[in-house]
């Protein structure tokens, strides 16, 4: 593989089956250097040995996302490196289907935190980054990761909606502002099931019931950004729907 000239950072990475994973490793087979960033060291560790041990290079990079400093700190060691940023991607993001009145006010803020406010607190800092490399990046997206949530409320996801409804509305903000600067700002809606490691640990069952190809391929759903990341500027998509073909929607 030759040397990365330009590099990809993943806010969100946890097991190597699961969307995080997947989008750092479809990065590195694509040229660029990878930081890897998650909470959880052995996670993102595992992965950086997953990309060096194909010849690729990446970073790990410890930071959660619903704070700022740990983020600006991260942040900090991207731009210290020499290589510029051509691609920033928010994963992050946590599920707990609840009925409504079982909803605590501190899981709901937590939900929101993570998948709402973390988006907020990154797509900050991967900004102010991308606008100072402008002339240095061969060219430049951010692109969020949503969820069947982001278009509508289920029952039991009351607290999940609201925060991934926000992360869209959010998003549709930064790419009215920051598309006309060059930056294209996009938004992946996962409408459906995942088969990775989240579902299959926590929700066998409902995957199962679905048979064969009833959740989404992490592999396909990467490549899904990808797309978006290899638009020309003239043709640029801002929201892009995905979701198994027998998926009821
Ligand atoms: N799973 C589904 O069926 C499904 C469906 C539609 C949309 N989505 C969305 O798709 C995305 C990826 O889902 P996935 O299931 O494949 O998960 P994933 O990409 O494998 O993992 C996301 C990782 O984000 C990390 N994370 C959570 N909170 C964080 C924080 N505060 N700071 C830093 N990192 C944090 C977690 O790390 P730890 O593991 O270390 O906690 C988690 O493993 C999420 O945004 C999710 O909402 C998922």
Not at 20 to 25: D, K, P, Q, S
């Amino acid at each position: 593989m030759s040397k990365p000239t330009s590099s990809a950072i993943i806010f969100g990475v946890g097991p190597r089956q699961g969307v995080g994973a997947e989008l750092c490793v479809q990065a590195s087979a694509r040229g660029l250097h990878v930081f890897v960033n998650g909470r959880t060291q052995e996670k993102i560790d595992a992965i950086v040995e997953t990309i060096e041990a194909a010849g690729g290079s990446a970073t790990a990079l410890l930071a959660d996302v619903t704070q700022p400093k740990q983020v600006e700190a991260a942040l900090a060691i991207v731009e210290a490196d020499a290589r510029p940023l051509e691609l920033a991607i928010y994963n992050a993001g946590n599920n707990r289907p609840e009925a409504f009145l079982d909803v605590t006010p501190e899981v709901f803020e937590d939900m929101w935190r993570v998948i709402c406010f973390g988006g907020f607190v990154t797509a900050q800092a991967m900004l102010r980054l991308m606008l100072k490399q402008q002339d240095a990046a061969p060219k430049q997206s951010l692109l969020f990761t949503g969820a069947s949530g982001s278009l509508r409320g289920k029952a039991g996801f009351s607290a999940f909606a609201a925060g991934k409804s926000a992360l869209r509305m959010m998003v549709q903000s930064i790419a009215r502002e920051y598309g006309k600067q060059g930056i294209h700002v996009g938004h992946v809606v996962i409408d459906g099931m995942i088969e990775g490691e989240k579902v299959r640990s926590q929700f066998a069952e409902y995957l199962d019931a679905k048979g064969a190809e009833g959740g989404l391929n992490i592999s396909a759903i990467a490549q899904a950004y990808f797309a978006m990341h290899d638009q020309h500027k003239t043709a640029w998509t801002q929201e892009l729907d995905i979701r198994p073909y027998k998926e009821d929607f």
